[in-house]
């Protein structure tokens, strides 16, 4: 569900700002499976995969061999961390930079900004996806977790469902971080506002229509105050000035 959130609203900027046939370079920084960046290798564009661990570039080589020989050659994938763009990049190399749930583990963003903003061409836009820490007590207080919610507040720390220790971003500050390396927001997201505390052992509905609608809910709450402000994810987009 979130894939496919991130998804739509990615295009929607995309197609606003990029002519239609236009081929893009694009840079994703912690591609993980690949999902996203395969997507768009199948569009057309031109992908760069930036992955720092290696089962997860092994599971992105593994789906980008079961792909037709034309869309693999599409897709170059280099071991390497985002903050250190500059060693294997020039200034303006890519028109769109993709930068989602990396954030979340990295100690503080400014370091990954800076370095995302210089490899973008000017006009280039940078997606983000981060945890928003404006909203951290929402999913324990949901689930009845009413210490887990306490604690929450004041805070940008949690542990995610992966048991990890990260950190959570906040629109206010990001934005601010953006503007000053010249890359103004452009639009924000909220993402998984009413499903984050759903039974994740519960798989979302089949029926198509079912599923439509439970979609159409999200979309709908993630671009409409005040709910996409307690949305547990952000999907932030700027423009490089």
């Known amino acids: 569900m979130r894939q496919e959130l991130v998804t739509r609203q990615l295009d ?8 239609v046939g236009r081929r893009l370079r694009v840079l ?5 499976q690949g999902t996203q960046a395969l997507r768009l290798a199948r569009a057309g564009h031109l992908v760069t995969g930036l992955e720092s661990d290696q089962a997860m570039l092994d599971a992105f080589r593994a789906a980008l061999a079961a792909e037709p020989e034309g869309i693999r050659k ?7 961390d985002g903050r250190e763009t500059g060693r294997h990049f020039g200034p303006g190399s890519f028109d769109v930079v993709l930068c989602h749930g990396v954030l979340m583990y990295v100690p503080e963003a400014d ?15 940078l997606s983000l996806l981060v945890r928003n820490g404006d909203a951290l007590a929402m999913r324990p207080a949901l689930l009845g977790d009413w210490a887990g919610a306490l604690a929450a507040f004041g805070t940008d720390a949690y542990t995610n469902r992966l048991g990890l220790p990260v ?9 601010a971080t953006l503007a000053g390396i010249g890359l103004p927001l452009g639009g924000w997201y909220g993402v998984r506002v009413f499903t984050d505390s759903a039974d994740r052992s519960v798989p979302p509905p089949e029926d198509p229509a079912e599923r439509e609608r439970l979609l159409a809910v999200e979309e709908q709450a993630g ?14 987009v700027a423009v490089r000035s």
């Open 12 to 19: 929607e900027q995309i197609t606003a700002r990029f002519p």
């Open 28 to 32: 994703d920084v912690g591609p993980g």
């Open 111 to 125: 370091a990954m900004l800076a370095a995302l903003a210089r490899v973008l061409a000017p006009q280039g836009l």
């Open 223 to 236: 671009r409409t105050d005040p709910y996409r402000a307690v949305a547990a994810l952000l999907h932030l």
């Open 167 to 175: 950190r959570a971003d906040r629109l206010e500050a990001l934005s």
């Open 74 to 80: 599409r897709v170059t994938l280099i071991e390497g």
